[in-house]
Antibody, heavy 116, light 108 residues
């Protein structure tokens, strides 16, 4: 069965960077992209961007451009997202999802806490 | 960026009642690329509907989607206890996808 398993919670100081992984299984990784989204505490969902599963194509929300990047490792069927220059308002649960219909399977979420 | 507005913010209903949730877009959504998700506390969202009206795998037929252009509706024909949750619409017709703010369906 399709599964996306994300890395564990992170606590970071303002100005630091965080890298979250998303390991896919149960399907051919290169057949679908991975979308990244986040949800601040008590708030709604925010689309961050997506990356192709078979080439380096990416597309991201304008508000994150410059400090947000996505990569994949097809040898391990793992996607990564990195967010730099963290601020307190980046505190959120970060989700990856398979990019199909448009997002049919989701990871369990990774809580990133930014605090001094 | 396409802005999605959902109404009402909260819908208080009893089990067995019909729920009608609205999602309005700031501009036409191309190729019918409008989806609905359900989210329960502490869980990841679950895809319910894609392409305005197609149910995702395993979604019961009490969930239905409709609409076109800029106005869309999610209908739950008879609320079951497990349906009380937050519902989000998402457009994926533009190069950058966006979500609505959500509608909470709670028990009256």
């Amino acid at each position: 069965q399709v599964q996306l398993v994300q890395s564990g919670p992170e606590v970071k100081k303002p100005g630091a960077s965080v890298k979250v992984s998303c390991k896919a299984s149960g399907y051919t990784f290169t057949s679908f992209g991975i979308t990244w989204m986040r949800q601040a505490p008590g708030q709604g969902l925010e689309w961050m961007g997506w990356i192709s599963g078979y080439n380096d194509n990416t597309n991201s929300a304008q508000k994150f451009q410059g400090r947000f990047s996505m990569t994949t490792d097809t040898s391990t069927s793992t996607a990564y997202m990195e967010l730099r220059s963290l601020r307190s308002d980046d505190t959120a649960v970060y989700y990856c999802a398979r990019r199909r219909y448009p997002n049919d399977y989701w990871g369990q979420g990774t809580l990133v806490t930014v605090s001094s | 960026e396409i802005v999605l507005t959902q109404s009402p913010g909260t819908l208080s209903l009893s089990p067995g009642e019909r729920a009608t949730l609205s999602c309005r877009a700031s501009q036409n959504i191309s190729s019918n690329y409008l989806a609905w998700y359900q989210q329960k506390p502490g869980q990841a969202p679950r895809l319910l509907i894609y392409g305005i009206s197609s149910r995702a795998t395993g979604i019961p037929d009490r969930f239905s989607g409709s609409g076109s252009g800029t106005d869309f509706t999610l209908t739950i024909s008879r609320l079951e206890p497990e349906d009380f949750a937050v519902y989000y619409c998402q457009q994926y017709g533009s190069s950058r996808s966006t979500f609505g703010p959500g509608t909470k369906v709670d028990i009256k």
